[in-house]
């Protein structure tokens, strides 16, 4: 599998997700890698300064550089999918924006990871798409103060029904609107072709439609959300677009591990494990 030229970030929620978040980094470290990204990385949107100190600095102490990050967006294993559309918990979401955007700042990263939100029941969806609108810009202003910027993501319906984001196109044209909002050009794609795929889209061509919207990568195979190679999606069709487009971004990679790191890595043939 053909992967030069492309950049590659551990997930620390996905291939380290069964440690204590202090120790992911050092994880990642130990397995060859120099850049990861995570979930939102506290416990609620407005973390103790002991807390993210402690993080900061099991960031540096490993070596690692976090490229990016999820706002907060609930709890992920249990089924929620962002706070961007959610009118109760609109205070929790600008609360994070504040944290995130300072703690960012602090280490570097510059990519924030938006999550739209499910649709919720009792709430109307068109209220929904105008809050989160207007979330993504309030969000694309606060990047912009440190140089970053804000990607949404489409989910398969098979993994998230209720999350309305399904498709490349749907996303993109949200990310278009919030451009013309706010007068910026830092809102664009969180393309996770892990979900691209499963959806049945067409990935080469959705990567070679929106290259110019396309901020972020996050791969796994499918079914089993494996590592890629695993499953049935065409990977090296899809770095080969990657490549073709010219694609300089950071390839996430958010797949369910063995934890042997022969079998998880095998296929990056430029990484090599530092012990």
Request: contains cysteine; negative net charge; glycine residues 8%.
């Amino acid at each position: 599998m053909d992967t030069d030229g492309l950049r590659f970030a551990a997930s620390m929620s996905m291939l380290y997700g069964h440690l204590p978040m202090l120790d992911r980094p050092a994880a990642a470290a130990a397995d060859g890698f120099t850049s990861v990204e995570t979930w939102w990385p506290f416990t609620g949107p407005e973390p103790d300064a002991t807390d993210v100190d402690a993080f900061t600095a099991a960031l540096a102490d490993a070596g690692v550089q976090l490229v990016a990050m999820n706002l907060v967006e609930g709890d992920m294993r249990a089924g929620d999918r962002g706070l961007l559309s959610s009118p109760a918990r609109h205070s929790e979401f600008l609360t994070c924006l504040d944290v995130a955007t300072r703690f960012a700042d602090r280490v570097g990263c510059r990519i924030l990871m938006a999550l739209y939100g499910n649709r919720e029941p009792g709430v109307d969806p068109h209220q929904q798409d105008l809050l989160a609108v207007e979330n993504l810009a309030t969000a694309a202003a606060a990047a912009d103060t440190i140089g970053a910027c804000v990607v949404l993501e489409a989910i398969s319906l098979v993994e998230a029904p209720d999350y309305p984001i399904n498709d490349a196109d749907t996303a993109a044209a949200t990310t278009a609107a919030v451009n013309d909002l706010t007068g910026l050009t830092n809102t664009g794609l969180l393309c996770d072709l892990y979900h691209h795929g499963r959806s049945g889209e067409d990935v080469p061509g959705l990567l070679r439609r929106h290259a110019q919207r396309l901020l972020h990568v996050q791969i796994a195979d499918d079914p089993g959300r494996g590592r890629p190679g695993s499953g049935a999606l065409d990977y090296p069709a899809y770095f080969a677009a990657l490549r073709d487009i010219g694609y300089a971004g950071w390839v996430g990679l958010e797949y369910e591990p063995t934890r042997d790191p022969r079998v998880d890595f095998d296929w990056l043939p430029t990484l090599r494990p530092a012990n």
